[in-house]
């Protein structure tokens, strides 16, 4: 929600995050998927949005401290610490191997555990329930020091259990430590299944709010209401402050969501390229809210995002770059206040550069401008600008366009790029098929220079050209007439979801079979296949499958 | 080592907090941790003097050390007091797992250790604390054996890093040392008197018994080294084995289970350097009950903990040397 999120930025980098964790935990042969990646999106944007900290320098007097109390999510908390840049994220391979700095669960780092810490760790977890009484410790330090740090702890569901978290609780609330910021992962699962038949916690906001702390409550993978909520907390005084994370455990390989099975379980080591395209291949989905009827944007953001579509499309069109004229910053200024799904705004205008900043003040989280618009000078700029204020840069080409040669020299900082497949400049247009040789050549040249944003397929985007425009490289996907054109939002979400799956279960199916692992693949994922049985033309073999 | 010849008695407890005044006065860094305890504790002289360098978190152990532990993650020397029964009775895993694995700037030292606590009875008569603090890798374990110790002990365990565990208990007792000029070093257990027949080993208030036993076999014609072994962990080796040699014979004094305590650490020194036969007087691995406070010596007579006890101990090894 204008967060200074660079919005496409972290996403990619949590992705990153789980892709390290994923490759540690199979080589190691054990470790915990679930909690690693349940609290990814927790412990990324801590990491690469929130936290003040400086790894060349991890003891700078100035940082704020993480305490992952819920320390078997250790896999997920080194990658967050490699990714963040305290190490080399290769060094996940040796995770809990002899002789790695990587244990099972986190050390403190000091010149005494060198060997066995990495530095950036302030807390030797591994017992559950005791690190909100240390971000207690540290937090009424801060206080005694008058230091402005942030203490944030991490603590899972299962965790609180411990009766040690409600001493700490009360005891927080006692000093009023409004520089202690408590994570829930509200994974809702633990070891021995899940947590309201093991130990019930709901009311889970009552009884923190009965503890006199400020509580709020998030969708625990939407980074946004994450970053809504860590800002918030910033404004509390004289209360800590608890956000509950809703959270899947398991998030992000979908036979391992919400799945008790998988809590302290590693995927066979054979699996591991698979598991790294599932994880390279999440899809968001982005209605245009200037499909169907005219007008009406706050309606149409109401509807998608109860969806739980990803994020929103915002079209500029200036009637001068393309023929129709649409909306400009004031209103995008306007809907902000509704959501804080995150904005992707399409500037369908000339020279962009001249306004980029009523963009930038409207709070937008990725704005994209048109290739045919500028040159390499006003997009450097522009780019440098949205960098400077946490936006995501993108840019977009027309269908009759190639990507200009300067652009590979703007990679580095190039969050996505909008392979158009209509002509822009009115919604409800025919798919252009022929985009999709482009696409695919494209989203080759451009990955092998460097490239680690996205691609983002916009016009004429239906369950069909969808699968589609994914199997061209496509993970973002602008639907218009898609969602808004035939009255039922609800049934279009859902078609739209069905078909990304089915292209990322054909994918991944064929990839298993190339490694030879198909029905290893097959029978790991067979309660997450039934349903695609049928697109995928695999009923059959999936039935003979124990 | 020349001994104070007048006797007088102080308290423990209240010497640990005049030291903590005084450490306070001297280091911003000294903050204490208390739970619901700290008029016992005396810690609350701290509390008056520095409040906002005290943190009353109630009777919540667990939470008293890990926020010790917390502070001393900040950069803070954390003590943190209650009850031998509780710290470490009710937080080893928090002790183990969050002070001593990572090292931390925290200092344990607790009250009411061994059966003199009285009246409370059982539940509070804690006697297992040295065996199992001992046991932890990184942990110091420390039995003071009068207030002057604990005044000299608490300012050495504030300026060594690291965890430690002190127990005091909770009587006032004889003062040992009269003369101020003892040195205390961490390691290194400190000769009382010498001795050429035998060698008592004695912490905290065992030690003064120890005296008296030693007295009373000089009358018998024994001569006997009385060391007080106020360290626990690390322990002086070098000195107990020359006590091994030089005697040939030990007994050890503890208000603790003979298990896993002063007995246990010096019969594994010994039996690792110089074995010569060795007798521990101690708790025999039972609970112990309420006395009143006027029947602590009665009660600590019933449980085996007398320097005539110490003195048969010392017949018993003598009677199975060598030497």
Known sequence: MGFNMRYLDLKRKIRDARMWAIQGITEAGSGHPGASFSAAEIMGTLYFRRMRYDPSNPDWSERDYFINSKAHSAPGFYSALAVAGYFQPEELRTLRQLGSRLQGHPVRYSE????????????????????LSVGVGIALAKKLDGKKNRVFVLIGDGESNEGQIWEASMAAGKFKLDNLVTILDRNRIQQDGFTEDIMPLDPTKDKWTAFNWEVFEVDGHRVEQILDALNKAGQVHDKPVMIIANTVKGNGIRHMANNPQWHGKAPPKRQTEVLLEELESECLIAPS????????????????????????HLDVMDGRFVPNTTFFADTIKKLRR?????????????DPLKSIQDYIDARCDII?????????????????????????????????TDVPKWLYQCLHNLDVVIVMSVNPGSAG??????????????NKQLRQNGFRGYIEADGGIDATTLQQTYDAGARI??????????GDIHGAVIQLRHNAEVALERRLLNHATQLNIRADWMKARKHILIPYANELRIEEELHAIR | MLLGSEKRTADMRGAYGDALVELGRDDPRIVCVGGDTTESLKTKKFGDKYPERMFNVGIAEANIVSVAAGLAIAGKIAFASTYAAFIPGRCVDQIRNTICYPYLNVKLVVSHAGLTVGPDG???????????????????????????????????????????YMRLARPSSDIIYADQSTAFELGRGNILEDGSDATIIGCGLMVNKALEAAKELKRKGISCRVVDMFSIKPIDNDLIARCAKDTGAIATAEEHNVIGGLGGAVSEVIGETYPVPIKRVGIHDIFGESARDEEIDMLLEHYGLTATEIVKAVLEARSRSRK
Not at chain 1, 429 to 442: A, C, G, N, T
Not at chain 1, 477 to 486: E, P, Q, S, W
Not at chain 2, 140 to 157: C, E, G, Q, S, T
């Open chain 1, 289 to 312: 809210i200037i499909a169907g009827e005219r007008e009406n944007y706050e309606d149409k953001i109401r509807k998608v995002e109860r969806e739980g579509v990803d994020m929103i």
């Open chain 1, 368 to 400: 994209t401008v048109h290739a045919e618009a500028c040159t390499e000078n006003e997009f450097r700029e522009i780019q440098e600008r949205l960098i400077a204020n946490g936006i995501s840069p993108g840019i977009a080409i027309n269908p009759g």
């Open chain 1, 477 to 486: 996907f602008v639907a218009g007439a898609a969602l808004y054109g035939g």
């Open chain 2, 122 to 164: 059982a539940s509070h008569q804690q006697i297992e604390d040295v065996a199992q603090m001992r046991a932890i890798p990184n942990m110091r374990v420390l039995v003071p054996a009068d207030a002057v110790a604990v005044k000299y002990l608490i300012r050495m365990v504030a300026s060594t890093a690291g965890p430690f």
């Open chain 1, 338 to 350: 509704l959501t804080s799904l995150p904005f992707d705004t399409h500037l369908m205008i000339e």
């Open chain 1, 112 to 131: 005494h555990q060198r060997h066995h810490s990495v530095p950036g760790i302030e807390y030797s977890g591994g017992s559950e329930g005791i690190g």
């Open chain 1, 429 to 442: 247009q025919k798919f252009m098929p022929e985009v999709l040789s482009k696409m695919i050549v494209l």
